[in-house]
């Protein structure tokens, strides 16, 4: 998420997107978030927000969590994300149980 008011929370997304691909697991689920949205002092513009997050291959939305602008639909949107994350990485795992060794019994 970064302010849509500071370029500077702006500019501090290519590092943290840098540090997801790198140490994240294959095909997270990420959607990059413009906040206050409602804000009259626009300082990174809806555009940037949709180039940066198609070149790091994010989700984009914005929102303003002061009104509560497009919140929910942007919870909605990562509940589809991981969603989709998980249903296309679905793995079977088979546990197999080794049957139980009886003590036998002896006679003398």
């Known amino acids: 998420m970064y302010d849509i008011s500071s370029p500077q929370?702006?500019?501090a997304i290519s590092y943290w997107a840098s540090c997801i691909q790198e140490s994240g697991a294959e095909h997270v689920a990420v959607l990059l978030l413009g906040n206050k949205s409602d804000?009259?002092?626009r300082k990174v513009q809806t555009e940037q927000?949709?180039?940066l997050a198609k070149e790091c291959n994010f989700g984009f939305m914005?929102?303003?969590a002061a009104t509560g602008e497009n919140v929910i639909q942007c919870l909605e949107s990562v509940a589809r994300m991981l969603s989709q994350t998980l249903g296309s990485r679905r793995?079977?795992?088979v546990l197999h149980k080794e049957p139980e060794k009886r003590k036998g019994s002896r006679c003398c």
């Open 62 to 64: 914005e929102c303003s």
């Open 39 to 41: 804000c009259a002092e």
């Open 49 to 51: 927000g949709e180039v």
């Open 9 to 11: 929370s702006f500019s």
């Open 91 to 93: 793995e079977v795992t």
